[in-house]
C-alpha cells in the first residue's frame, strides 16, 4: 500500500511539474524574418518541400523526436494540428512543437504505465479497462490545457483591441505612416498588453521582410482567429487602397470595440446568477437547512423525550 501511494504521488508530481515547466519552455519568440522565409519554402521559391518538413530534416534532439514521430502513421496530422494550435495560443517557436509532443507522451505514457501499477493485482479486464481510461486521459489532457491556453491568448487579444486601437488612431492622426505607427503602437503596449503588441511587430516586420502588407494582416487573422481583427485588417487593407482617411475610422472602430466589451461583461454578469445557482442548491443551501432546522428539531425531540418521561 505504501509502494503504491509513494509511487502515485510521483507521478501526480511528474506530470505537474511537466503541465508547469512546458508554458516556461514555450515562451513565444517572435521571429518575422524566419517566417518569412519559412513561407517562401513553403511556396516553393526556396527548396520546395513544406515548412513543417524543413524543420524536422535539421539537427537536434527536437527536430529528430519530431522525424521519428512523422514516420508513425497519422501522426504528422496530429503534429500539424497541434503546431496550429501552439501558434494560436501565441507560442509560435521552431522548438514549441517538439516540447509540447514530448511532454504530452510523456504524460501519456506516465499515466498508462502508474495505471499499470495500480492495476497489478487484478485480472485481465479490468487492468485493460483501467489502462484504456488512462491512456485516453493521458491523451486528453495536454490538448484540454492546449485549448484552454488558446482561448485565455484570444481572450487577452480581445480585451486589448480596444484600447490599442485607440491608440493606433491617436498616433496616426500625429502624421506617422501606419508601419511606425504600429512600431510605435506596440512599444507603449509592451507591458500593458504584450500579446497584441507582439501581434502588431509580427505584422511591421514581415512587411520590412518584403512580404506584402495584406499578406501580413491575413496572416495576422489566422494567426488568432478573432473576428474583430478580421475587420480590423480589412479596414487597414481597404484605406490603405482607396486612400481614405483611416485615423477617423479607427476611432469610430475602437468606439464599436468598447461598445461590444460592454456588451460581453453585461452578459457575463448576467450568466453569473445561473451559474451560481448550482453551488448555492448543492452546497449553501444544506447547510443552512442544518444550521437552521437541526437545533428546532433537536428542542422538540428532546421536549418529546421529556414528555413522554413524564407520563
Not at 509513494?6 to 511539474?17: M, P
Not at 524574418?33 to 526556396?46: H, K, M, P, W, Y
Not at 485607440?166 to 500579446?195: F, W
Not at 452578459?267 to 453551488?279: D, Q, R, S
Amino acid at each position: 500500500m505504501l509502494q503504491a501511494l509513494l509511487f502515485f504521488l510521483l507521478s501526480g508530481a511528474t506530470i505537474i511539474a511537466l503541465v508547469w515547466v512546458t508554458p516556461r519552455m514555450l515562451e513565444p519568440q517572435e521571429d518575422p524574418l524566419g517566417d518569412r522565409l519559412t513561407e517562401l519554402q513553403s511556396a516553393g521559391i526556396v527548396g520546395g518541400a513544406s515548412a513543417s518538413r524543413q524543420r524536422r530534416r535539421g539537427g537536434g534532439f527536437l527536430n529528430s523526436y519530431l522525424n521519428m514521430l512523422s514516420s508513425i502513421p497519422g501522426a504528422d496530422d496530429w503534429l500539424k494540428g497541434c503546431e496550429k494550435k501552439l501558434r494560436m495560443a501565441g507560442y509560435r517557436s521552431e522548438k514549441a512543437v517538439g516540447i509540447y509532443a514530448m511532454v504530452s507522451n510523456s504524460i501519456l505514457v506516465v499515466a498508462v504505465i502508474g495505471m499499470l501499477f495500480l492495476q497489478r493485482n487484478n485480472d485481465f479486464s479490468g487492468m485493460l479497462a483501467g489502462v484504456v481510461a488512462a491512456g485516453i486521459m493521458g491523451f486528453m489532457m495536454p490538448n484540454f490545457v492546449l485549448s484552454k491556453m488558446s482561448k485565455g491568448y484570444k481572450k487577452r487579444l480581445q480585451e486589448a483591441l480596444p484600447d490599442t486601437v485607440d491608440l493606433l488612431g491617436i498616433v496616426l492622426g500625429t502624421g506617422l505612416a501606419l508601419d511606425q505607427a504600429m512600431l510605435r503602437v506596440s512599444e507603449e503596449m509592451q507591458y500593458i498588453y504584450p500579446e497584441l503588441a507582439n501581434e502588431f511587430y509580427t505584422v511591421v516586420m514581415q512587411v520590412r521582410a518584403g512580404q506584402d502588407r495584406a499578406k501580413s494582416f491575413n496572416s495576422l487573422v489566422k494567426r488568432t482567429g478573432l473576428e474583430d481583427i478580421k475587420s480590423l485588417s480589412a479596414m487597414i487593407i481597404q484605406s490603405e487602397r482607396f486612400g481614405t482617411s483611416l485615423s477617423m475610422a479607427l476611432k469610430v472602430y475602437a468606439d464599436a470595440l468598447r461598445t461590444r466589451r460592454k456588451l460581453r461583461a453585461e452578459e457575463a454578469v448576467g450568466k453569473a446568477g445561473i451559474k451560481m445557482l448550482f453551488p448555492i442548491v448543492i452546497f449553501i443551501l444544506p447547510c443552512l437547512f442544518v444550521i437552521t432546522l437541526v437545533p428546532g428539531m433537536l428542542s422538540v425531540l428532546h421536549d418529546m423525550k421529556m414528555l413522554g418521561g413524564g407520563r
